[in-house]
């Protein structure tokens, strides 16, 4: 089947502890993002990747660090610099080919990610 | 100004009605413009996309786009309590970058 595969579904982290979250895809798309949801709250862009080993930052990205060394694999590490990290984390893809961005998102079923 | 908005809501509605939800934008030269449903405590799913002006239609769902008063609506007619959710409004800005910026969403409630 394809889609977007996230991670664990819950996970907690310690305090001071760094933790890392899944997002691998087989739809051969090439832009993935990753994005952060609070409770009542819209989504904001963590970081982003277009291409296989470039990513740029997104409007909350303090606290977090990204690797695309595979078009399939795009995974969030949340550090012990985030002091909130409690919140759903949702990874998605999209084409990426076309120069107005006319393709939409999708996502993957998101990663619960609590503090102890 | 949030460059999306959205009023969060809830949105009451009886069973078969029409449902209105309505979503203004800050960026003049935002391009793309899409509607994600989400039930609690799951992702969001693609309902809608339009890029131009006027009124896109599929099934229950018509997303209309007003570039000049920057705005974007979505009619869902013959409600039903399944409709019931979170409609969040998503725009692509007019920038090279492909992420989208969210609005808070609408909570809708269909009833009985």
């Known amino acids: 089947d394809g889609g977007i595969t996230q991670s664990p579904k819950y996970l907690f982290r310690k305090e001071g502890q760094n933790v890392t979250l899944s997002c691998e895809q087989n739809?051969?798309?090439?832009?993935m993002y990753w994005y952060r949801q609070d409770p009542g709250q819209g989504l904001r862009l963590i970081y982003y990747s277009q291409i296989v080993n470039d990513f740029q930052k997104g409007d909350i990205a303090e606290g977090y660090s990204v690797s695309r060394e595979k078009k399939e694999s795009f995974p969030l590490t949340v550090t012990s610099a985030q002091k909130n990290p409690t919140a759903f984390y949702l990874c998605?893809?999209?084409?990426?080919?076309?120069?107005?961005?006319?393709?939409?998102?999708?996502f993957g079923d998101g990663t619960r990610l609590s503090i102890l | 100004q949030k460059e999306v908005e959205q009023n969060s809501g809830p949105l009451s509605v009886p069973e078969g009605a029409i449902a209105s939800l309505n979503c203004t934008y800050s960026d003049r030269g935002s391009q793309s413009f899409f509607w994600y449903r989400q039930y609690s405590g799951k992702s969001p799913e693609l309902i809608m996309s339009i890029y131009s002006n006027g009124d896109k239609e599929d099934g229950r769902f018509t997303a209309q786009l007003n570039k000049a008063s920057q705005y974007v609506s979505l009619l869902i007619r013959d409600s039903q309590p399944s409709d019931s959710a979170t409609y969040l409004c998503a725009v692509k800005k007019d920038t090279g970058r492909r992420a989208l910026t969210f609005g808070s969403g609408t909570r809708l409630q269909v009833q009985p």
């Open positions: 998605a893809t999209s084409i990426g080919t076309d120069s107005l961005g006319n393709q939409p998102q999708h």
């Open positions: 739809l051969n798309h090439d832009a």
